[in-house]
């Protein structure tokens, strides 16, 4: 099911950056993910933080109007113990230029896997990230993303209720195609 839907995924945007003068911008970088988990039976509130990555591709459809698909990823160690947790998003992104730097917010929905190996717990169920940030452009392909925030929400309830906590991401941002992003 997650093959379709990034294959599906990538024919869309494929086409839609095509469609867009073949304006578009890749990003990979640094994410640090706050996930809050809740005992099983009311116990109490444990933040794991999920050191990893975070990669996008984002195409321009519309002037301040593109489409983002975003992987995030991250790995935590808890009670002498790895766990794991990987993304797969897309949306809707707004944005505006001012001078160097590109503001913007987003939307993306789809589905987020927490993986631990007590147990072999393993289990995906939706996503859903809010939020936005900058990019500062030291030319016209090349920048960096000064920071991403996000809320983050998902429904994996392996190790308790639904969870809602943040991501934060920053690192490089490469634009491509005729006339810039």
Same mark, same amino acid.
């Given at each position: 099911m #997650?093959?379709?839907?990034?294959? +599906?995924?990538?024919?869309?945007? &494929? ?9 578009? /911008?890749?990003? =990979? ?8 988990v &809740? $005992?099983r039976?009311?116990?109490? &509130?444990t933040?794991? #933080?999920?050191?990893?990555?975070? %990669?996008s591709? @984002?195409? #321009?459809?519309?002037?301040?109007? %593109? ?5 995030? =990823? ?7 113990? /790895?766990? #794991? &947790?990987? %993304?797969y998003? %897309? ?10 730097? @590109? ?6 929905? =789809?589905?987020? @896997? ?5 147990? $072999?717990?393993?289990? @995906? ?19 960096? /993303? ?16 639904s ?7 920053? $690192?490089?941002?490469f634009?491509?195609?005729?006339? +810039?992003?």
């Open positions: #997650k093959t379709r839907l990034l294959r +599906g995924l990538f024919v869309v945007l &494929t086409c839609v950056a095509s469609d867009a003068q073949d304006r578009f /911008q890749v990003f =990979g970088g640094y994410s640090l993910i706050g996930y809050s &809740t $005992g039976y009311s116990g109490p &509130t933040l794991f #933080k999920f050191n990893g990555w975070d %990669a591709f @984002t195409a #321009k459809v519309a002037p301040h109007v %593109a489409l983002e698909a975003d992987f995030p =990823g991250g790995l935590t160690s808890y009670f002498q113990t /790895q766990s #794991k &947790t990987f %993304a998003m %897309a949306g809707p992104r707004l944005f505006v230029n001012r001078d160097k730097a @590109t503001i913007y917010g987003h939307v993306l929905v =789809g589905g987020m @896997t927490f993986s631990a190996p007590i147990g $072999g717990v393993a289990s @995906t169920s939706f996503a859903l990230a809010v939020g936005g940030g900058t990019d500062y452009w030291f030319g016209r392909r090349l920048g960096i /993303q000064l920071i991403e925030a996000d809320y983050l929400h998902n429904n994996n309830t392996v190790l308790g209720p969870h809602a906590d943040f991501r934060i991401s920053t $690192g490089v941002v634009r491509f195609g005729r006339g +810039g992003y």
